[in-house]
């Protein structure tokens, strides 16, 4: 079975200061990981994604994300916090498929407010 | 130009009824889904089709049908709503369903049920 948890239910950081927002995972094999950000009364939207590679997966908006398999994390990071990035932010994670179709699990999400 | 629609965005109905939600998406993507996210946010995917057929079907009631008419459509339909049906429900696509592409996502529908 596959999990992802997501320690923090709110992250709040003062404007211009770098933010992390954390997500650990379980799965039974590689995994493939994914950063989502929900805007109030909008849809999800992709950020970024780990399926091999380079550790480090830069994104949309000035994120990035840090693959670190030993400690089973995926952190979402930003060198300088915007108030416009308040917002929900869901990490996601699937196994490495053996074939066929695969479901992705979404966290519970974690409310970013940005202090101005 | 709307990559993932979904209409109606809102949908106020009383218990007991029948209603749909139709999405669309222009991507040519050949998977879609529907998640249901309730008040506190959790998202819980319900079902995904690709290219017209049924790969995933969590443990959703029976009250729930999707029925997708092409790839580029996927409906839900729901019969005798219940209280705890209220929701936003979100429609996502990707291009293939093997868990490595992201998920574009709809601007959801907002159900209550009275």
């Known amino acids: 079975a596959q999990s992802v948890a997501q320690p923090e239910d709110q992250v709040n950081v003062a404007e211009g200061n770098p933010l992390t927002v954390k997500c650990t995972y379980s799965v039974s094999g590689n995994p493939y990981l994914f950063w989502y950000v929900q805007y109030p009364n909008r849809g999800l939207q992709f950020l970024l994604k780990?399926?091999?590679?380079?550790?480090l997966v830069k994104g949309s908006y000035g994120f990035e994300a840090e693959f670190n398999k030993s400690q089973t994390s995926f952190h979402l990071k930003k060198p300088s916090a915007l108030v416009s990035d308040s917002a929900l932010y869901f990490c996601a994670v699937r196994d490495k498929p053996s074939g066929g179709y695969q479901k992705v699990t979404f966290g519970i999400g974690t409310k970013l407010q940005v202090i101005p | 130009d709307t990559a993932v629609s979904q209409t109606p965005k809102y949908l106020v109905t009383q218990m007991g009824n029948d209603k749909s939600i139709k999405c669309e998406q222009n991507l040519g993507h050949d998977t879609m889904y529907w998640y249901k996210q309730d008040s506190k946010k959790f998202l819980k995917i319900m079902f995904s089709y690709n290219n017209k057929e049924l790969i995933i079907n969590e443990t959703v009631p029976n009250r729930f049908s999707p029925k997708s008419p092409d790839k580029a459509h996927l409906n839900l339909h729901i019969n005798s709503l219940e209280l705890g049906d209220s929701a936003v429900y979100f429609c996502?696509?990707?291009?293939?369903?093997?868990?490595?592409?992201?998920?574009?996502f709809g601007p959801g529908t907002r159900l209550t049920v009275t």
């Open positions: 780990y399926i091999t590679g380079d550790n």
């Open positions: 996502a696509s990707s291009l293939k369903g093997t868990g490595e592409y992201e998920q574009y």
